[in-house]
Structures are given as C-alpha cells and as structure tokens.
C-alpha cells in the first residue's frame, strides 16, 4: 500500500462538512417560504501531484512549455545503485577486509523541460557527476579507492513510463596511502565511455521498476556491456516528520565478470518534504554481495553489510 498521509481523507472530510453548511443553510432559507431545497451537488478533485500520473482537471492550468532549470527529474537516479552519482555513505563490514566508510559525493541538474511545470513529465536534459571514494575506517579514514562519473541523459516521462537515453563516463583510481601500503600492486587503469538505455515502469505510485543496458564505445579494464535492473519502493509524497519505510535492490550485471556482478539491498526509513518534487532522505541498512563497487578492485568479491544514510535528488 502506498502511504498517502491522510490528505485523500481530510479533502473528503472538507467536501463533506461543506456540503453539510451549504444545504443547511439552504434548508433554512426555503423553510419560510415553504420551498423544499435539494443539497449542491459536491464534486472531489485531487490536488495536483497527490499521486503520479494521476489526470484530473486541474491539469489543465499547467500546459506544456520549455524550462531552464526544472523542478524535479522525470527520471530519478536508483536508490539502490553502487555506480550512479548521488550523495550518501554507507560503514559496511566487509568480510575480507573492512570496516569501510564508502561514500558518494555528487549532484544531478535539471537543465532544461519542455513539459509542465508541476509535475515530473516530458522531456528533459539532466547532468550528473561526483566521486565515489572508500576510505579505511581503522587506518586514519585513509582514502584507499575513487571512481569519478559523469553523466548527460536525455529523459522522457509520460504517466507511468519513464524513459532514458545518454552517455557516462566513469574513471577509477586508487588512494595514494593504498599505493603507499601495497607496493606490489599493479595499477588497473579502468575507465569507460558509454551509451546507457533505461526503463522504469510505476505500477503503483510509490513502486518502481526498472531495466537498463550500457554499452562502452571506448573502454579500458572494462568490457563493452553492462546490465541492470531492480525495484524501487517508497514514498513520493511529503512524510512529515514521522517519515515512512522504504525497500530497493538493484543488480547489476557486468561482461567483464562474465556477466556475474553484485546485488545491492537497503532497507529502512525515508522522509520527503513538502514539495513532493524535492529530493528523498533516507536511512536503513545496506547489504552487498559481488564484484567491488570500487572498479580498481573489480575482479575482488566483496561481501558487506552496514548502515547507509542517502540523499536522492
């Protein structure tokens, strides 16, 4: 079930107590006169945004038009995916070695609509880029890996559907204090340039579902394809302060672990503001079993488990 924080049932409440003055009002004024008086016919119409996708006549007051710096993403980055740029940390255990903080630091900009305003549809041009670094958490917080990413999307979004088209980049590098520390290992110069292609699919509201194919035209360490696909659940409306629970897994499947990759889980509590087109706070647990999210160490399976905290834009 989605959350909707009562708003559907205050607006009936409201319809309904007005509907109660406006005929009591009007039974009194025929009283006089002898005149039996029928009730206004009352008519509930949603606020717009209250769930995506959803039609109603207000629409009509937000027609589609060209936009610098949209509000919201028609396509909005996977809460549970290890590669794409976004802001979060995450302690994990990992088996072999760890405690790690592992961390993401990044941003993503709506640069241009044409849609409507108020709510997350059309087409439009996103940017993204960060740094993903791990640092040893018992040796000084030493940066120990960072994969830098950039990415331009093309998106489009019509009710349910949700569409993306564009390119990334993603270069790996090691920590000077891991290089300090293993002398003996040899620098894997991972980098890759690629045509990415998703679908995400709500079937309901606050549920997502998504697939998307990468190809590398130009690649290093990393072979041509990568796959992958998962589930987002959440909420999308404002929470409040008492929040609400939220549930993601992604696989991603990559060709140069002969399309064996990782499997990422987190599961725990989110808040969203006001605005349902803000961006989402969340923080739960975090599983992850596969091949390093740090593409130095790709071939290293890695098995963890910790705490996360995200923001997702």
């Given at each position: 079930?989605?959350?909707?924080h009562?708003?559907?049932?205050?607006?009936?409440?409201?319809?309904?107590?007005?509907?109660?003055?406006q005929?009591?009002?009007?039974?009194?004024?025929?009283?006089?006169?002898g005149?039996?008086s029928?009730?206004?016919?009352?008519?509930?119409?949603?606020?717009?945004?209250?769930?995506?996708?959803?039609?109603?006549?207000?629409?009509?007051?937000?027609?589609w038009?060209?936009q610098?710096?949209?509000?919201?993403?028609?396509?909005?980055?996977?809460?549970?995916?290890?590669?794409?740029?976004?802001?979060?940390?995450?302690?994990?255990?990992?088996?072999?070695?760890g405690?790690?903080?592992?961390?993401?630091?990044?941003?993503?900009?709506?640069?241009?609509?044409y849609?409507?305003a108020?709510?997350?549809?059309?087409?439009?041009?996103?940017?993204l880029?960060?740094?993903?670094l791990?640092?040893?958490?018992d040796?000084?917080?030493?940066?120990?890996?960072?994969?830098?990413?950039?990415?331009?999307?093309?998106?489009?979004?019509?009710?349910?559907?949700?569409?993306?088209?564009?390119?990334?980049?993603?270069?790996?590098h090691?920590?000077?204090?891991?290089?300090?520390?293993?002398r003996?290992f040899?620098?894997?110069?991972?980098?890759?340039?690629?045509?990415?292609?998703?679908?995400?699919?709500?079937?309901?509201?606050c549920?997502?579902?998504?697939?998307?194919?990468g190809?590398?035209?130009?690649?290093?360490?990393?072979?041509?394809?990568?796959f992958?696909?998962?589930?987002d659940?959440g909420?999308?409306?404002?929470?409040?302060?008492?929040?609400?629970?939220?549930?993601?897994?992604?696989v991603?499947?990559?060709?140069?672990?002969?399309?064996?990759?990782?499997?990422a889980?987190?599961?725990?509590?989110?808040?969203?503001?006001?605005?349902?087109?803000?961006?989402l706070?969340?923080?739960?647990?975090?599983?992850?079993?596969?091949?390093?999210?740090h593409?130095?160490?790709?071939?290293?399976?890695?098995?963890?488990?910790?705490?996360?905290?995200w923001?997702?834009?």
């Open positions: 079930m989605c959350p909707n009562n708003r559907p049932l205050g607006l009936i409440y409201l319809a309904v107590v007005s509907w109660t003055v005929a009591a009002t009007a039974s009194a004024a025929d009283a006089g006169a005149l039996a029928a009730p206004p016919e009352v008519s509930f119409v949603a606020p717009r945004g209250l769930e995506m996708a959803q039609t109603s006549s207000a629409d009509a007051i937000a027609p038009s060209w610098i710096r949209p509000r919201g993403f028609v396509y909005d980055t996977y809460w549970a995916g290890a590669a794409e740029p976004r802001l979060g940390t995450q302690l994990v255990d990992e088996s072999d070695g405690p790690f903080l592992d961390s993401q630091v990044g941003g993503r900009v709506g640069m241009l609509r849609g409507p108020d709510r997350p549809e059309g087409f439009q041009v996103d940017v880029g960060g740094a993903k791990r640092q040893d958490w040796g000084n917080l030493d940066v120990l890996a960072t994969d830098y990413r950039y990415d331009i999307l093309g998106t489009y979004g019509a009710g349910p559907h949700r569409w993306k088209f564009g390119f990334y980049h993603i270069s790996s090691v920590g000077d204090e891991f290089l300090l520390r293993n003996q040899q620098r894997l110069n991972y980098s890759r340039d690629t045509l990415v292609a998703g679908y995400s699919y709500y079937p309901l509201p549920v997502r579902l998504y697939a998307e194919m190809w590398a035209f130009d690649h290093d360490v990393s072979q041509p394809w990568h992958q696909f998962g589930i659940c909420p999308r409306q404002p929470t409040g302060l008492h929040g609400a629970p939220f549930f993601a897994a992604n991603h499947l990559r060709e140069e672990l002969d399309f064996g990759g990782n499997l889980v987190q599961a725990g509590w989110a808040w969203r503001g006001d605005d349902p087109l803000d961006g706070l969340r923080t739960g647990l975090y599983f992850y079993e596969g091949g390093s999210p593409f130095s160490f790709y071939a290293e399976h890695e098995r963890q488990l910790g705490w996360g905290l923001y997702d834009y």
